[in-house]
């Protein structure tokens, strides 16, 4: 059973900095890629940022320059380190990882529960 365990999130003011991280645990074979999403109310849920199992990174325009993400494969782990946060920041993040179970298995999606994040003005 696969568990993705999400921490670090809060409030905060605007300008200010947080770093989420999601752990990943249970019966891994291979991580391929592990991302982090936001879905704010009344919205659809966004990718903010991807890194691929070679470390290749991938931004959404509104965050770049501001966020960075980072995986430690050895602890199955990613971070999202924010800085210079806005209030249009405020949102659930979630993070996402996919990965196979066994080494004939496919890669398949998971989820973590989710993490509020909010950006007081």
């Known amino acids: 059973q696969v568990q993705l365990v999400e921490s670090g999130g809060g409030l905060v003011q605007a300008g200010g900095s947080l770093r989420v991280s999601c752990a990943v645990s249970?019966?891994?074979?291979?991580?391929?890629?592990m991302g982090w999403y936001r879905q704010a109310p009344g919205k659809q849920r966004e990718l903010v940022a991807l890194i691929t199992s070679g470390g290749n990174t991938n931004y959404a325009d509104s965050v770049k320059g501001r966020f960075t993400i980072s995986r430690d494969n050895a602890k199955n782990t990613i971070y999202l380190q924010m800085n210079s946060l806005k209030p249009e920041d405020t949102s659930v993040y979630y993070c996402?990882?996919?990965?196979?179970?066994?080494?004939?298995?496919?890669?398949?999606?998971?989820w973590g529960q989710g993490t509020q994040v909010t950006v007081s003005s």
């Open positions: 996402n990882v996919a990965l196979k179970v066994l080494v004939a298995a496919p890669y398949v999606d998971y």
């Open positions: 249970g019966s891994i074979f291979s991580i391929r890629d």
